[in-house]
């Protein structure tokens, strides 16, 4: 069965540099949510969309921002990148289906910055 | 949103019945109760969902009390492989809204 698609799998920048990550979701899931992990820290929600729209804000910075494109794919992007970026970022699909969200997540993107 | 509560660690030998409980407190009429399984560096998995009573599955059991105030993950017989970090969310039905981990509950599974 087709999984969510997170690209790239590692990702090497500097400071202040930018970086975008991309998220391919299960087909026919309508609904994409990005986490952020730390090391050693449990999963920070930073966005959600549904059907194209912004649906839900969590704890992410001004400088990133994120979108969900027509074929329901998405991206994070992140500008001036500090230092404190550096970690596992997670994007999960699922699809409302009358019940509680169910998440699938992607294998994340490991950002590390320089 | 209902926050979650569930202890920090357990420690289990193989071969036993874990059961980790999540406290829900504020659990609205609408919402489910998900718990995922996490091992590092990658992704969360979903490993059960219910919204009341009791539910099974080939992996584990979700046992909710009537009031759902709180719910309990057991998982019989752990193997090493189990060794992970479980997290209780609770979800409203559809909303794309804010799904918030809480601090999860690290399981150590030794012989």
């Known amino acids: 069965a087709a999984g969510v698609i997170q690209s790239p799998r590692h990702l090497i920048k500097e400071k202040r540099e930018t970086a975008t990550l991309k998220c391919y979701p299960i087909p026919r899931h309508d609904t994409v949510y990005w986490y952020q992990q730390g090391p050693g820290q449990d999963p920070q929600f930073l966005i959600s969309f549904y059907e194209k729209m912004q649906s839900d804000k969590g704890s992410i910075p001004d400088r990133f921002s994120a979108q969900q494109f027509s074929d329901y794919h998405s991206e994070l992007n992140m500008s001036s990148l500090e230092l404190g970026d550096s970690a596992l970022y997670f994007c999960?699909?699922?699809?409302?289906?009358?019940?509680?969200?169910?998440?699938?997540f992607g294998s994340g993107t490991q950002l590390s910055v320089l | 949103l209902a926050k979650t509560t569930q202890p920090i660690s357990m420690d289990s030998y193989e071969g036993q019945e874990v059961n980790i409980t999540c406290s829900h407190n504020n659990i609205a009429t609408n919402d489910y109760i998900t718990w995922y399984q996490q091992f590092p560096s990658q992704g969360p998995r979903f490993i059960i969902q219910g919204y009341k009573t009791k539910v099974t599955n080939e992996v584990a059991s979700l046992f909710i009390p009537a009031d759902r105030k709180s719910s309990t993950l057991s998982l019989p017989r752990v193997s090493l492989s189990d060794t992970a970090v479980y997290y209780c969310?609770?979800?409203?039905?559809?909303?794309?809204?804010?799904?918030?981990f809480g601090t999860g509950t690290r399981l150590q599974v030794t012989l």
């Open positions: 999960a699909s699922a699809t409302a289906q009358g019940r509680g969200e169910k998440l699938f």
């Open positions: 969310l609770v979800s409203l039905t559809g909303t794309a809204s804010k799904l918030t």
